[in-house]
T-cell receptor
Framework: EAQVTQNPRYLITVTGKKLTVTCSQN?????MSWYRQDPGLGLRQIYY???????DKGDVPEGYKVSRKEKRNFPLILESPSPNQTSLYFC?????????????FGQGTRLTVV | QQPVQSPQAVILREGEDAVINCSSS?????VHWYRQKHGEAPVFLMI?????EQKGHEKISASFNEKKQQSSLYLTASQLSYSGTYFC??????????FGAGTILRVKS
C-alpha cells in the first residue's frame, strides 16, 4: 500500500529538548516536504527536498533542520524546540509537484512544546 | 508566497452549490486542490496544469486561468460528506508546492 508514515503521532516535550519527527515513504518519490498547520494559517511549508542530498527552505524554516540521506526518509529535526513550534506537522511526498500526480500526506504529528 | 483563498468559510445546505477561489501573485505551472477532514491528513482532489483546463471529480470540478493566475473549485449539489477544509496548492516555476490558508466548508442537512 502506498503510504507516507510519520512518527510519532503525538508528542509533548519541554522547551530546549532536541527532538526528531521521522517521515518515510514507500513510493520512490523524489519530492518530499514538511508543513506545519496552524489555525487560520493553513499549511505552511517548512523545508522541501527535490531529491537525495538536495534540500531547501520553505516559508517558515527558522528553528528546524532536515536531512535527506536516503530517498525514502526525510526527518524533521527541532534542535531546541520552543512553545511557538507547538503545531500540527505534516510530511508529504510526490513524484513531481509541478506535473503531478498527487502529493501524499502522512497522518500528521501533533507537537506540544511546554 | 502563499496563494490567497476566498472565502475563508462558507456554510451551505445540502444540495446547494459553492465556489472556492484561489489566486496567486506569481506565474503558475499547476494548481492542486485538497480536502481535509477534521483531525485527518489532506486528501488529493485534482490537479490542473497550465493550459486553462477544467477537470471534474464526481460533482466537484475546477478551472485554472493561467493568465490571471487563478483557480476556482466548484462544488455542485453539495452533500454532507463535502464538509471539511479545502486547500489550494500552487506550483510555480521553482517547482515548490505551496498551500493557501484554506476554506472551511460546512454542509448542513
Amino acid at each position: 500500500e502506498a503510504q507516507v508514515t510519520q512518527n510519532p503521532r503525538y508528542l509533548i516535550t519541554v522547551t530546549g529538548k532536541k527532538l526528531t519527527v521521522t517521515c518515510s515513504q514507500n513510493m520512490n518519490h523524489e519530492y518530499m516536504s514538511w508543513y506545519r498547520q496552524d489555525p487560520g494559517l493553513g499549511l505552511r511549508q517548512i523545508y522541501y527536498s527535490m531529491n537525495v542530498e538536495v534540500t531547501d527552505k520553505g516559508d517558515v524554516p527558522e528553528g528546524y533542520k532536515v536531512s535527506r540521506k536516503e530517498k525514502r526518509n526525510f526527518p524533521l529535526i527541532l534542535e531546541s524546540p520552543s512553545p511557538n513550534q507547538t503545531s500540527l506537522y505534516f510530511c508529504a511526498s510526490s513524484l513531481s509537484p509541478g506535473d503531478g500526480p498527487e502529493a501524499f500526506f502522512g497522518q500528521g504529528t501533533r507537537l506540544t512544546v511546554v | 508566497q502563499q496563494p490567497v483563498q476566498s472565502p475563508q468559510a462558507v456554510i451551505l445546505r445540502e444540495g446547494e452549490d459553492a465556489v472556492i477561489n484561489c489566486s496567486s501573485s506569481k506565474a503558475l505551472y499547476s494548481v492542486h486542490w485538497y480536502r481535509q477532514k477534521h483531525g485527518e491528513a489532506p486528501v488529493f482532489l485534482m490537479i490542473l496544469l497550465k493550459g486553462g483546463e477544467q477537470k471534474g471529480h464526481e460533482k466537484i470540478s475546477a478551472s485554472f486561468n493561467e493568465k490571471k493566475q487563478q483557480s476556482s473549485l466548484y462544488l455542485t449539489a453539495s452533500q454532507l460528506s463535502y464538509s471539511g477544509t479545502y486547500f489550494c496548492g500552487t506550483v510555480g516555476y521553482g517547482n515548490k508546492l505551496v498551500f493557501g490558508a484554506g476554506t472551511i466548508l460546512r454542509v448542513k442537512s
